[in-house]
């Protein structure tokens, strides 16, 4: 049987980066289990993942709003609101007993670029924090459902007007529609103080017509510049890159996922794969 245990190293004091960190000594996925569980000091995981429906012949990111994403130039307030009207059935509001989703976590970042959430109400008033990025949202209260009953959307605007800035959607139609609970957001920020190392990417799709996928990568120094970092072609099924040497990320850099196809419209996923190291102070 396998064995695993973790070494508890101190570094160098000479290092300017001193403090305790743990090693494990176990390669694959145990290996990473002190990383999942935040057992070594100084550095985190995140696992991004997206969805875009119907990517067609013009390039679009990877999110379950489809199109191309717009990134916000100022933090501002956000709204949830459900897209059709209100029913009752997602809201905390006018029926703050409807089966569906009350309240949503919004995830982001403000205008510095720190990490910030807050709880937000389903058809009710804007957030008090103001994101620059939101990287991540999620159902946090319900009703019997236990998710959101319609599609949820995180805009500018309430009633969802303005720019949207990230969705939670759903499938089916009528009396078989079904939340998905969290948002599909091919995407993410890096925070500030942080460095990411990107580990993993991987695209799939289901549909038989070729499908062009990239990896996108905007340095905060480079202003609105965004470069291709990767590329991957792919037909029905899923393709996986997994990085021997993570590619770096700056702080405050801004990841896309973005894709085409050649054919009418096809439904595309992505996953990717940071860890975030603090940098040194």
Do not use: C
């Amino acid at each position: 049987m396998a064995q695993y245990h973790l070494d508890k190293v101190a570094f160098n004091t000479n290092n300017s980066r001193q403090f305790e960190g743990y090693m494990s000594t176990m390669n694959g996925a145990v290996g990473h289990i002190p990383l999942a569980a935040g057992q070594i000091h100084g550095y985190s995981h995140v696992e991004k993942f997206g969805s875009n429906l119907n990517v067609e012949a013009s390039l679009e990111t990877i999110w379950d709003q489809g199109g191309t994403y717009s990134w916000a130039t100022s933090a501002v307030s956000l709204y949830v609101d459900t897209e059709v009207a209100d029913d009752g059935q997602d809201s905390g509001v006018s029926s703050p007993l409807g089966d569906g989703a009350r309240t949503i976590i919004i995830q982001g970042l403000d205008a510095s670029y720190h990490h910030v959430e807050e709880e937000v109400t389903v058809g009710g008033p804007p957030s008090t924090t103001e994101f620059l990025r939101v990287n991540r949202a999620f159902v946090q209260t319900a009703g019997s459902i236990g998710t959101n009953t319609r599609p949820l959307i995180i805009s500018t605007g309430a009633n969802g007007t303005g720019t949207v800035y990230a969705n939670i959607s759903t499938h089916g139609a009528g009396s078989n529609e079904e939340g998905f609970g969290q948002t599909f957001l091919g995407l993410y920020t890096i925070p500030a103080g942080k460095t990411g190392y990107l580990t993993q990417w991987t695209m799939g799709s289901s549909g038989t017509s070729s499908v062009h996928g990239f990896l996108r990568y905007r340095p905060f120094a480079n202003g609105n510049i965004f470069l291709t970092r990767d590329t991957m072609f792919f037909r029905d099924g899923l393709q996986t890159k997994n990085y021997i040497v993570p590619i770096r990320l700056e702080e405050k850099s801004d990841i896309e996922i973005q894709g085409y196809n050649n054919a009418t419209g096809v439904a595309v996923s992505t996953t990717f794969n940071i860890i975030l190291v603090d940098n040194p102070t």
